[in-house]
């Protein structure tokens, strides 16, 4: 009998992709024949997003494409799980009808059974890359227990469930010894790591006993959260070879009146006072944030202190996202008072004034020599760049450094690379 053929569409954030991959090796498992070209598939599966208004659009969009493929007999069935579903199921099942099925986040076995196989929980823990094999996310946990005013996370994934370390080693090694050399630590907030099973903050331990695992070579930290960061990660991020000198640590905002509406815990003065700590601990570290302008009681004083911050620290990687009203967070009574084209202007003033710092500090590396990893190549054959990335970039949202097509190297291998030339967010080099 022919096998089905499944095509996966995957929108959001890394945590998704988790989610995509362990429902795709389930489906392999299965017998099903996975497919890149939705166009192409028996049954189409979109693990959607839900959490901002841009992510929830997209989500409906791609449900329609779905639905205007199916109404021409492309397809034979649409699925549809993630957390707008999760989110807006009763809404979604009325408005759009052609959908076969409704799944919220990680129902791996309602998905399996609709289409006709059976979830092998003790499989659960691997994973279809959708990744370049050689990098992997590792989710470590699931949900957050964080008040912030203006996040509906806590609404659609609940509150912090971590994995265990065993369950986690085991998937590292399963990654491992599927060619990962790079793990990338993902949850809603890892700093809380542990604290629902182990009964205290665990992310320290954890990250030791993966740096044991001997294929794995760079381990990298996202999503730390600044009010609770754990004294003893920095310690282990300090001394340990394996963990990348990177943390990703969303701040939000910075002034007091801000992170207070915010609910984020946190005061501007702790804040500085963490981030002096980790530089002085660890000076070579490369420091992640995003902000979010244009909340609801964001003054134009408050955002001059904002901009003031980024002078001040000098991070080096920053994401803007303009705030969202989202229904049912705490801050949705606050409405929605800052203009977009204001909340736009913001934006674009922070990200230039980090263009500014960026292109300086790329400016500092050219005659620097850099260990990267090439993630894949781009253009023509031999005028085209390898893209790689240093221990400083995360996948996706960082730098790249890029090496040209003359030099010889291969995908998913580490190289000592020396910078020649640089521009705001890129630099350029060769072999050594
Ligand atoms: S830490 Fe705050 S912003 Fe992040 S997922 Fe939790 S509630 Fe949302």
Redesign the pocket.
Known sequence: MRKQKVGVITLGCSKNVVDSERLMRQMKINDFEIIDDPQKADVVVINTCGFIEAAKEESINTILNAVKLKSKGKIKKIIVSGCLSQRYKPELEKEIPEVDAFFGTENYAGIIKELGGELKYELLGERLLTTPSHMAYLKISEG?N???S??A??LIRGTHKSKTIEELVKEAEFLAENNTKELVLIG??TTDYGIDIYGKRNLAKLLERLSEIEKIQWIRLL?A?PSHFPKDVIEVLANNPKLCKYIDM?L?HISDNVLKSMRRGITSRRTRELLYQIRERIPEVTLRTTFIVGYPTETDNDFEQLCDFVKEIHFDRIGVFTYSIEENTPGFVLGDPIPMDVKEERKSILMEIQKDISSEKNQQLIGKTLRVIVDGFEGAADEGFYVSRSEMDAPEVDCEILIPATNNVSVGNFYDVKIYDSNEYDLFGNVI
Do not use: R, T
Request: charged share 5%.
């Open positions: 957050c964080n008040p912030c203006f996040c996370i806590p809603q907030d999503y959260y969303p939000q």
